[in-house]
């Protein structure tokens, strides 16, 4: 079973920034992709950010400039910084991972898990 957890929303500011993080246990063997899914108040949760296993961070039209995640090279380390925050940014920001069918992973086909989600709230 893998186990997301976000961590490091709080309150900011318009304009302001902050550091999400996404810790990952258990097993990671299968896991293809990761994302972040904000949730908007009274909205359903948006794709924002897709990181394959092995690749580049692909960003919605709606966060890129402002939504970067550096990779250190560390599997499943997918921790944005979200830069320049307006009240679009207000929010729980769910960790995701997909899970691959390939291989010895045929019954995570179709897996996602999800993490409880760390609240952001852009205020002014």
């Known amino acids: 079973q893998v186990q997301l957890r976000e961590s490091g929303g709080g309150l900011v500011q318009a304009g302001g920034s902050l550091r999400l993080s996404c810790a990952v246990s258990?097993?990671?063997?299968?896991?293809?992709?990761m994302g972040w899914h904000p949730q908007a108040p009274g909205k359903e949760r948006e794709l924002v950010a897709t990181i394959p296993d092995s690749g580049r961070a692909y960003y919605a039209d709606s966060v890129k400039g402002r939504f970067t995640i550096p990779r250190d090279g560390a599997k499943n380390t997918v921790d944005p910084q979200m830069n320049s925050l307006g009240p679009g940014g207000t929010g729980v920001y769910f960790c995701?991972?997909?899970?691959?069918?390939?291989?010895?992973?045929?019954?995570?086909?179709?897996?996602?898990?999800w993490g409880q989600g760390t609240k952001v709230t852009v205020s002014s």
């Open positions: 995701t991972a997909d899970s691959s069918g390939w291989g010895t992973c045929a019954e995570t086909e179709g897996d996602s898990y």
């Open positions: 258990g097993d990671t063997s299968c896991i293809s992709a």
